[in-house]
T-cell receptor, first 113, second 114 residues
């Protein structure tokens, strides 16, 4: 298994600002992902965080809005840029240990005013 | 296209009783994996159980079991001896053969009544 921590656990931000969320895994993993969960909704994949190269974004998500870093096999950051109230969500980091093992961090609960 | 359907937005169960949460899926992949996660109000996603499409036995993990019916494309989660701490959202998810996408259902909110 993998233990995943995220910082911050929650934040309240002003419109137009940016927030960087950190994700730390307790072991080296090949694949890390960022998900968004809007209020009352299911999870949506934002991007795959690739170590040593640019992240792979899903349809509807762009690098300018959600820049991602993956400097090594245990750490990744997601920045939510130029925030608006529509960005209020839970952001979850995820790590795939094997085909049948994918774990999630505790999430970052973001509120944008 | 891959799709996960959870038709029960909310379920209630009496403490100590068993409950079944429904999940059906659609995929053209021959090999795939099915997952169940629990999400308490705190927001974390807790992995519960996994079933591979070629697994002949239904998966079990403690009080959780997965009723896998491949021909019907269903992967229902059974929770035995419900506890108050089981109250949470439950998500069914699927991964196919290729790609990174992890397809989630819309979730079922379970409330355990004392």
């Amino acid at each position: 298994s993998a233990v995943i921590s995220q910082k911050p656990s929650r934040d309240i931000c002003q419109r137009g600002t940016s927030l960087t969320i950190q994700c730390q895994v307790d072991s080296q993993v090949t694949m890390m992902f960022w998900y968004r969960q809007q209020p009352g909704q299911s999870l949506t994949l934002i991007a795959t965080a690739n170590q040593g190269s640019e992240a792979t974004y899903e349809s509807g998500f762009v690098i300018d809005k959600f820049p991602i870093s993956r400097p090594n096999l245990t750490f990744s950051t997601l920045t939510v840029s130029n925030m608006s109230p529509e960005d209020s969500s839970i952001y979850l980091c995820s790590a795939r240990v094997s085909y049948n093992e994918q774990f999630f961090g505790p999430g970052t609960r973001l509120t944008v005013l | 296209a891959q799709k996960i359907t959870q038709t029960q937005p909310g379920m209630f169960v009496q403490e100590k009783e068993a409950v079944t949460l429904d999940c059906t899926y659609d995929t053209s992949d021959q090999s795939y994996g099915l997952f169940w996660y629990k999400q308490p109000s705190s927001g974390e996603m807790i992995f519960l159980i996994y079933q591979g499409s070629y697994d002949e036995q239904n998966a079990t993990e403690g009080r959780y079991s997965l009723n896998f019916q491949k021909a019907r494309k269903s992967a229902n989660l059974v929770i035995s001896a419900s506890q108050l701490g089981d109250s949470a959202m439950y998500f069914c998810a699927m991964r196919g053969t290729t790609g990174n996408q992890f397809y989630f259902g819309t979730g079922t909110s379970l409330t355990v009544i004392p």
